[in-house]
């Protein structure tokens, strides 16, 4: 199975714009719908979406969830293509697609950490 990817903002089944709404709904929660999770970032408000820079502080933390992304390689390329991830151009990508761990907050295994993806600002913040 492939490592979740952690939501934080518009990529939420339950949120997501209608340009990637039909895909962010083949999303499924992870660990049967308990799939709260911290990750060590900053939340910035960008305006019309929000965007996280990962961290190395300990005290920096985002709440999001955890998401099983479908088999379908598809479905991958439409999510970043939305977040505008270059797979060929990172430097030019407005957001990455990064791995790092996610904290579980809302089951019995709260506390363990789980490899995630997450899309992650790809800009400066001032």
């Known amino acids: 199975m492939p490592d979740p990817l952690f939501i934080y903002g518009t990529l939420h089944p339950d ?3 209608a340009a990637i709404a039909p895909t962010a709904r083949l999303l499924k929660p992870f660990g049967g719908g ?7 970032a900053r939340l910035y408000d960008l305006g019309a979406y929000p965007g996280v820079v990962l961290s190395d502080d300990p005290a920096d933390t985002v709440s999001g969830e955890l998401f099983i992304l479908p088999e379908n390689p598809a479905v991958l390329a439409r999510l970043d293509d ?3 991830f270059r797979t060929s151009d990172p430097a030019a990508s407005l957001f990455l697609r990064q791995q790092t761990l996610a ?3 809302d089951s019995a295994d709260a506390g363990t950490e789980i490899a995630c993806w997450v899309y992650t600002y790809n800009r400066s913040i001032l």
Do not use: M, S
């Open 15 to 17: 949120r997501a714009p």
């Open 34 to 40: 308990r799939n709260g999770a911290t990750i060590q």
């Open 82 to 84: 939305y977040e505008d």
């Open 103 to 105: 904290t579980l907050q």
